[in-house]
């Protein structure tokens, strides 16, 4: 699985947007980014994923540049409640590698009142 | 909203004890995984599981831990002669595919 690189820490504004930046130059094809975040200690969350294409769920947003070695998580409208770490997972998804998921060591957004 | 439960949520136990945690997936659940993080350090994969046998599992899945679904809702890691470094929070997730996978609360695990 390509390797990812993350800001180790960022803060953010209550109410604004988070935007979460992920390097990933050495992506394949067929590698998927994947974005899940980890309140305090709590299980990991699935928050979103892509191939190529912008994603948008109720959570957040995915934008994956048109070369795909980065990409961006936004959270339009940050709480308090979205500080947590958040990983970056580029990884092959198939039925060979049905989910193992390589966690790196994330960024810390501190949402800030 | 169902969610992934796992019990206990702490277990305490002594070095050469056997442990099982446990997982209950959702439902629609067809894929499962174990992951663990040790105090300060990375989630760790250790295993998957789908259609009853292990898909893949990583070097620290060694023939200490097992992993079962005996009645086809239960997931359950054992781990059969605890040490010391096994110490750490486990977590079970799972997912309808291969995509996004939900994790549970996680189980925190302390050998003494």
């Known amino acids: 699985d390509a390797k990812t690189t993350q800001p180790t820490s960022m803060d953010c504004a209550e109410g604004r947007a988070a935007n979460l930046p992920c390097n990933h130059s050495?992506?394949?094809?067929?590698?998927?980014v994947y974005w899940y975040r980890q309140i305090h200690s709590q299980g990991p969350q699935y928050i979103i994923h892509?191939?190529?294409n912008n994603e948008t769920n109720e959570m957040a947003s995915l934008i994956i540049t048109e070369d795909r070695k980065s990409s961006t998580l936004i959270l339009p409208h940050a709480t308090l409640r979205d500080t947590a770490v958040y990983y970056c997972?580029?990884?092959?998804?198939?039925?060979?590698?049905?989910?193992?998921?390589?966690f790196g060591d994330g960024t810390t957004l501190t949402v800030k009142p | 909203e169902p969610e992934v439960t796992q019990t206990p949520s702490h277990q305490v136990t002594q070095m050469g004890q056997e442990v099982i945690l446990r997982c209950v997936p959702i439902?629609?659940?067809?894929?499962f995984y174990w992951y663990r993080q040790i105090l300060g350090q990375k989630v760790e994969f250790l295993v998957s599981?789908?259609?009853?046998?292990?898909?893949?599992k990583s070097e620290i899945f060694d023939d200490q831990f097992s992993v079962e679904r005996p009645d086809g809702s239960n997931f359950t890691l054992k781990i059969r002669s605890t040490k010391l470094e096994d110490s750490a929070m486990y977590f079970c997730?799972?997912?309808?595919?291969?995509?996004?996978?939900?994790f549970g609360p996680g189980t925190r695990l302390t050998v003494t």
């Open positions: 050495t992506i394949s094809g067929n590698e998927y």
């Open positions: 997730a799972g997912g309808t595919g291969f995509y996004e996978q939900y």
């Open positions: 892509g191939l190529k």
């Open positions: 599981f789908y259609n009853n046998e292990i898909s893949e």
């Open positions: 439902s629609n659940h067809l894929y």
């Open positions: 997972i580029v990884r092959v998804t198939s039925n060979t590698n049905a989910g193992k998921s390589t």
